[in-house]
């Protein structure tokens, strides 16, 4: 058996929300506004992630963006490793897809699969005009060809280090740590 032991706390709850505050002034730049705009957030830490964001992006420009959530689970690439029985929490975007300027929201970039399963269920839900990426933490080690457009920190990582993000909505806490795998 192994846990998660942290090593170092790389954000705080001042440096995430001056990150989500960043990011949503940047999604409205890309865009020229966000008349055409919804956010959707990748189960399970993605969600709060957007909302925070769409309620910056209300302060700054005086309009509530639509947010949705997302559950790829059915769309994983390693859906035959988690068992026959996977839990499916349900997609809730209760908006056409079609023609928005698409930005999907997730807590950490690492390889890259987790994206790709999103732009698979997004694409089956309908055609964007576009598909952005919004994410609170780079750590590289990208194994597909897929990159953020919109960055918290970038977080540079070795392979055997983990990167946990814990929000007040799931754990209580805001905070963002480098933790190391040990065995029990």
Known sequence: MSKVVKKNVIMDSDAMRRALVR??????????????VVLVGIRTRGV????????????IEGVKV????????????????????????????DFDLNGKNIVLVDDVLYTGRTIRAALDAVIDMGRPRSIQL?????????ELPIRADFVGKNVPTA??????????EHDETDEVFIGEVVAE
């Open 23 to 36: 990011i949503a002034h940047e999604i409205i730049e890309k865009n020229k506004g966000v008349n055409n």
């Open 48 to 59: 709060p992630l957007a909302q925070r964001i769409a309620q910056e992006i209300e302060i």
């Open 66 to 93: 639509k947010v949705g959530m997302l559950d790829i689970t059915l769309y994983r690439d390693d859906l035959s490793t988690l068992g026959y029985n996977p839990i499916v929490h349900g997609t809730d975007i």
């Open 134 to 142: 919004a994410v609170l933490i780079d750590r590289g080690h990208k």
């Open 159 to 168: 392979h055997k280090e983990t990167i946990e993000v814990t929000l007040k």
